[in-house]
């Protein structure tokens, strides 16, 4: 029997028979994996995900996290995923074996994750923010901070937040104004308050290691002000609660299961990380991670609800087909109704499209080149909120084709997009991935991030039949950012950031599906038809839609900058 929390035939597709990643395996890091440690992983994610995270979702939706001013309660069977999550050896999959990783790809760990995401979001929230945290640690702390926070985290004893936003200042880092004391023996005391922390209190762990930004006394204004501290909640020697009070929870519309706390620290105890001044730099080595995690859960919320879709579209009898003249025949599944179909065909195309690319960008990590980090560091925007905009579409679809039931809590689809209407706000909110993509990211370095990514786009498009439009598409997109940028103003070349960030992300996810149907090749069989078919679909019925943006954009409109406050009533 087919999942409906995932389909492994996709994955097995997207890795094995595309991405090829069993060649990784002649690497030095992957040496000691093959295919059959791979599929063991991915066996054992479906596994415990099935088992351990799937029957709880809809419980910890109806339970949410509860805060009685001095512990938070969470429903007993968080913690015991967790648990299992953790004795798997899946929170370090690719980190070193010298500190207890497995160093597996990073496109397997991607795909063995996709099924905790899916199957319960709000759970696997708290691992895929430890293991960000660790991350981090690895990659800027000291080998005696690896040992006492990061060790610990892999064991499952530890868990670990990000606290970047603030009441007043919420994406706007710069005005980050919680502040750092030098003390006389090194160490640091924090005080100020975060907001929106996911997994900022909770009793699943023995402790909670919190990464803050801060800015220590005399530092500048500004982002280049801010350092980066580890501020545990209790203090590792004696157990006894650090300076970091839960003054409440956000109660949200979806990932209801993840506590989200407002925190405030009090002369809290704190070491740094690395350097002074570097703690953004530092910070967005677990923010651009989070980011491709955001866009992955997307995707996974995004699939479920279509695979929800599909089973119920299959099973639900009701209509005729139009040519129909006899009432007493019998109704036919939904599954035949051209609407119905309409809906299906376009939430497989933005899932396994969206599927594709959370895959290739963890592909690229395995693959470390400047060209392949450049591509990476452009493709990191549209990873994070393409997904996050078209995998949504996807669970509103599955509302619809459950009709009635789909509005009603007894059919899980209304809770799946709930959880994924969180995604577009998650780590950098859509308009924030948009500027960061027109405004840096396609700029940088003369523009080579983009040429470098419409070279990539050119090649896989010269060698298809559906190739055309997507050649057109990449030399429109390429005038388009010459056009914005011609005149060095960046407020007008900025203004419709999120038209660029919606036609550039389209034209990604046609560059996944002409590869994907590169890999079908003229393969026999449902899945490969099926591949095919969701190719031609997005190339010829989705990959249009950016010629109005495109419009948009060349045109000059200003209207959002001349618009007046007053105006709008």
């Known amino acids: 029997m087919n999942s409906t929390v995932l389909s ?30 791979f599929d063991a992983f991915l066996d054992v994610s479906q596994q415990i995900a099935e088992r351990d995270f799937a029957p709880h979702n809809r419980k910890n939706d109806l339970n949410e996290p509860t805060f009685d001013g001095t512990r938070v309660e969470i429903i007993p069977e968080v913690a015991h995923a967790l648990r299992v999550f953790a004795e798997s050896g899946l929170l370090g999959a690719t980190m070193d074996a010298e500190h207890g990783g497995l160093q597996l790809p990073h496109a397997v760990q991607r795909a063995c994750f996709l099924w905790f995401q899916a ?14 945290n660790a991350h981090l640690l690895l990659a800027h702390g000291t080998d005696e901070q690896i040992r006492r926070f990061v060790h610990p985290m892999l064991e499952g004893r530890f868990t670990g937040t990000m606290c970047l936003s603030e009441p007043q200042a919420g994406s706007s880092l710069s005005d980050v104004t919680t502040r750092a004391t030098r003390q006389s023996d090194g160490s640091y005391r924090v005080t100020g308050g975060k907001m929106w922390i996911s997994g900022g209190d909770h009793e699943l762990s023995e402790n909670i290691i919190h990464l803050v930004l801060a800015r220590v006394a005399g530092a500048p204004a500004g982002v280049k002000g801010l350092s980066l501290f580890i501020v545990p909640k209790r203090d590792l020697a004696t157990g006894e609660r650090n300076g970091v009070t839960l003054a409440g929870l956000n109660h949200k519309m979806g990932y209801r299961g993840t506590t989200n706390a407002v925190l405030a620290f009090e ?3 704190a070491e740094l990380v690395g350097e002074e001044g570097r703690g953004l730099q530092y910070m967005f080595h677990m923010m651009n991670e989070a980011r491709i995690g955001v866009g992955s859960g997307a995707v996974a919320l995004g699939y479920t609800g279509y695979l929800h879709a599909l089973a119920y579209a299959r099973e639900r009898q009701q209509g005729r087909p139009v040519a129909a003249k006899d009432p007493a025949a019998p109704p036919v599944p939904i599954v035949d109704h051209p609407d119905v179909r309409r809906m299906l065909l376009a939430s497989k195309s933005y899932v396994e499209g969206g599927l594709a690319l959370v895959l290739y960008a963890a592909n690229l990590l395995d693959q470390p080149s400047p060209e392949n980090d450049l591509l990476l560091d452009t493709l990191t925007p549209i990873v ?6 078209w995998c949504r579409l996807a669970d509103d679809h599955a ?11 007894e059919y899980p689809v209304e809770q799946f997009y709930r959880d994924n209407r969180l995604n577009s706000i998650h780590e950098g909110t859509d308009g924030i991935q948009a500027l960061d993509l027109l405004g840096r990211k396609v700029t940088q370095g003369g523009g080579a991030g983009l040429a470098l990514l419409l070279d990539r786009i050119r090649a896989t498009a010269q060698k298809s039949e559906l190739g055309a439009p997507v050649l057109a598409a990449c030399d429109r997109l390429a005038a388009t950012t010459a056009k914005l940028w011609a005149a060095g103003d960046p407020a007008k070349a900025l203004v419709n950031a999120t038209a660029y960030l919606d036609a550039a992300g ?11 149907a590169d890999a079908a090749g ?24 950016i010629g109005p943006l495109l419009d948009l954009l060349d045109s000059g409109d200003t209207l959002l900058l001349d618009l007046e406050d007053a105006w709008l009533g």
């Open 399 to 409: 509302i619809q084709i459950h009709g009635g039931y789909g509005y009603t809590r």
């Open 8 to 37: 492994r035939r996709d994955l097995d597709f997207l890795l094995y028979e595309w991405l090829d990643v069993e060649k990784l395996t002649a690497r030095e890091r992957f040496a000691e994996h093959s295919r059959e440690t």
């Open 506 to 516: 389209h034209l990604v996810i046609a560059w996944m599906w002409l590869e994907q």
């Open 522 to 545: 003229d393969k026999a069989g449902d899945f490969y038809a099926g591949k095919r078919l969701a190719a031609t679909y997005f190339v010829t019925h989705e990959l249009p839609r």
């Open 267 to 269: 002369d809290a105890a």
């Open 119 to 132: 199957a319960n979001t709000a759970t696997s929230a708290y691992a895929m923010l430890t293991g960000g």
């Open 384 to 389: 994070k909120a393409w997904p996050s905009q």
